[in-house]
């Protein structure tokens, strides 16, 4: 926890659109009152695929509702049903979205989309950057003008298939 | 140009979405046949950011006009008169994109966007990425699994102002 | 007060989209029959700021929590467990706005949007106005026409970053 | 104009939008190379009422009509025709907006929206701030903190009638 | 009631959009069988206006709330409870309407939209009818050709403000 | 014409969306400098019968098109073959209409639709107003409080059909 | 029941957006296996109007309710208290339709709504066919080819009146 | 042409979404003021149909060309050509339709939607009423209570496949 | 079950979307452990048509009611009353879908659909491939390339009726 | 051509969405009256990415072009020009479809898109079907029952990655 005060909880309101494990997993990181990278350092995956999965956007293995059940102190067999099934993705943030952080994403997208199609072929030719076979990392950076966030997206080169 | 063999032009169907400025550089990169990082590299500016700027995504200065028109043997007034503004941006892609290579980035907003929202609120606290304050750019790995897009997006960090 | 006769309460039609803080807050404060401006003095903080925490869209530092507590006559452990995370903002008003007053502010925004880019962007050059690093408030005026409301939205310049 | 070195021109995306005097107001410009700033001194109008002006969304009077064809150098016969009718506000700027820096005016609204009427409420009553009897302007102030820009929305206080 | 057989009682499937007080209201009217023509008179308002006061859209007075607990039967301390607060309008009817009758309203405004802002503009110059401070009622004509409903619509003409 | 100055003419914009008497009409009342009040007093019709008729929201007989063409001073067989078909009505006003003035209409549809549905239902039993067999028209009112614009709407009384 | 086998129920998804009749009154059709024909054949409506009665779409008239109440072996006193009001009508179907069924409805309107238009005009002038003053029945026919459906919709022709 | 003065005309406003075709056959139409019905007699086919192809919504067959080329005085040829391919359908009214007469279909499946789902699976069982296996035509009726519009609908029944 | 290791298991977030079956059987198949695979074989269909049976938009017989209560160990009574009518389709998915997996199949639809409807016109003529006389299955191939997901569509195809 | 009657030709409606190759090589394809077919047999490609490479949605390699250029007699350096670049897919077709074949396709996504997720995430895992690393193809084939078209969808299977 870089700011040394907050973790990050699950907002009531968002509740009804996403799978039951997200309140069983807030809950018990609430009163362990562990960060992401905590958690993601004892799991042995990125603090980002952690939130994910809280979130209903990333699958958790046999091994992982184990260990997460340790972790965060949770009945395993609660995240064992709760985790049985294959995530159902892409119902927790409206689009375009309405939180300023999230929306600067969906800007970055807007803006430049164009822009990294055209490099992106240029570089590879006539395909798509995967965002299934596709990992993601947030690095903090800072330098003589501030504070910087740095996302990486690294995804797998897929190129359009001739038939 | 990775793939030997095709730069991106400007669809026809994109044309009235975006400035004047478009076509014309557009035109004079193909009858040059020059890819963006290869323009780039003559401006000293990223290939992302030249792209950008052709889409109308991205400020040219007095200086960058002079050497475009130079690197693309483009009349240095017409460019002038058609990049004298301030970019209007975030008007080329529909939103949602039906491009298929830019509906990913979309869709990784969608799906890992409030993971990423919990991790950087853990790391830096309330605040946002800026979209504004910004670089990114796009890279080529080959590993044993296969060839790898890794677009890197680096903002600084605003935190929310008291008041 | 200026009116000296209401205070605002909480929509119970709104409750489902916000954070679970909002109806604690809102409730102590009518049980008190508190003004947004007598909590704000109290508190330290702008009348808006106080208004925004109430409904979610402004962080309570631990402190504010304490202060909160105290001043609404409201149980300091409740207030800390739903106030705990990061704001998930940008839920409680639908888009085009319904209500008669919001609208205005977006009929503001629709009808001069263009105008103040321009005046921006000759004043300041290429960039934004930031709405994170952001302060405001609202005055009243009264004069020979009648009486006037007065918003001040000041928020940092932020120039597109070159790259 | 303040960062010395440009104005604002018309997006030629924008043109199909607006009304057919928007282009003459701006080539006008252009070709003067005149700020907003400077035309509405010599017209005796806030820099922003011009801009509007120019995009179609305030009304000119006759004696503005005049002045504006004196300062711009543009035939007064055509302005006085393209200007003649009364403005069909509220085309220029698709929403949300797609642009940056108007999507950051909108993004107060979405997230300020309650609070503004829950203060307006309480110091004035049930009613609206109108945004027709209404003066807007932007300001530029520096501190130690950096630069920043001030705009002020200054409205009459409409009170619902009762009946 | 005109019709001699039955009042309006609010739709079940309505409530969740509306205001608590809404269906304490409809309740007690329901129970006594009070038409808004009869409320309307005992109240002193226009029965528009208590039909809005029902459905959350116009306010209550502290006596207005007084002689309605009288009126219709219900307790005086419930009714203030539930209309302390400032309306929030503009929840009920989605828009596009799908009810047939208030979507022949909209109707209207989308087919004579345009005459009446080239009629009221002509009579009154730049500006707009006032639906704040605004008036509304409703009659029964009966002529050769058969029943007519006439609403009346009556709003302060509010100029754009110079400057 | 009231204000005594302008007269309402055709935003170029709007044209495209509107049928080709459209422009023949405005233009010929623009080069005549007719209010819609005067024309329509020559016509024979309501002045705003006589706006819709512009905007190809109302049909014109075959007497009023010879009569439009005196008034006018337009070549009938221009107008007879552009208002030669029936109308094909709901295109000029985008909805919900971005047009401030216009705008007003619709939210007092959006705030009282379900208070005239109530109150119309108790007064005249299960049916609508129809917008067919209708009629309209626009008053000028000044009184202590300023000036007042009304609208009254008239529409037969349908009854639902049982079967 | 022409397939001698199934009755048609009430969706429990659709609940959320319909009167409480319409629970009340398909948990009874469904208790008695009663179709809408039999129904409809004691009650002595069309089918299509009792099935839109129980739908919310239609109103019940006193002697309606008390057959419906006999029929059905439902309290009396619950479906009067239940069917009291006038009709909110519109609610049920999202639009477009997503139930295949519906939507061809939708794909009828849409794709031969102008022709329509075009021969109504023709046969009947300018106006439209009533939606309100409107009868509909469905029958079934058998051929060589195969089974049809046979939906016939007769409305009252309504002239737009001139002014 | 029951009515006896009119026929219906192309829209110019609707050009630009249809086939050139429609163009042609319109303007063709209209300098041989010929109805529907008259050409529909003429060609065989339903005047629905006729209109329907006219709108580019049916196919013409070779021999439809020919007839329509010598009822309609146009060019075989252009016609040949511009007819010759299938017919992209559903691009003429946009939805929810603004016409109002059009509109009044869709609020007949809007508002009766569910009823006729429910009257067809009880008479057919699990399906559809083909939309494509489909004819329709319209019937002008007359008596006491006035004139009305018969739309009759009529298409295959589709039991949904058993896998 | 191909990987061996996971069965598909309602989302939490999903079952408002369906009707009560949905979840009946699927938290009976979830206690059986059992793949759609195994359904189908033991009830004889195929396992897409299953898995639509569970989710509500395929229908079951008499025959099938009693086999899946057998096979899941399921009240035949609760089945029976919830399977009992005609399934109410299209509402599971949101449109468009927000499901990474689902996205892929609507974006085969939006880039090949022009393609698919001139190729399918050129060997059928002019109609549709029903969705409604309709089946289709999901196969697994493995080649030197990878795994391969292949489905295959098959319906009957429809001539637009001449009339 | 199976139906030995009509190629497929391009909308004159279509043509702006699409990049300037489409009207080129449709223009093409119907002076020398080939099918898709034809044009994929004598290419070696299948019918169904000519068709998609005609409407833009797919990529020609420069030997495509050069015998592209042959099979239509077309100019080799237009082709060459107009398909040098990277194609800009999904503008095509506006989702939902508004053509009734293209919305069968969209439908069966609608109805069976969970169903399909179901049945591939059991099969196959967590993960999606690529639509990029993708084939499919069109047949026809006759039974007892009529004409049946089937398409097949094959794609890659690509598991989510795990990070």
Redesign the interface.
Known sequence: ???G??????????I?????SAKTLFDAK?SKNL???AIGKELG?????V??L??????A??EDIKKLASILGAPENVLSAQL??????????P????????????????????????????????????????????E??VDD???????????????????
Chains 1, 2, 3, 4, 5, 6, 7, 8, 9, 10 share one sequence.
């Open positions: 926890m870089a700011d005060t907050k973790i990050a909880v699950l907002d009531t309101a968002l009804a659109n996403l799978p039951a609430a960060s992401f990278e995956r990125s603090e980002v695929a939130a994910a809280f979130y209903g956007q990333a699958q293995s046999a049985a099934g294959f995530p159902d993705r892409g119902k927790a943030a689009m375009p979205p309405t939180e300023p952080l999230i929306y600067r994403l969906y800007e970055i997208v807007q803006n430049y989309g164009y822009a990294y199609k055209a490099v992106l072929n240029e570089k590879f030719g006539d395909g798509i950057m995967s965002a299934i076979s596709f990992t993601t990392n947030v903090k950076e003008e501030g504070t910087w966030a740095v996302i990486t997206l690294r995804g797998k080169w897929l190129p359009f298939k001739r038939f």
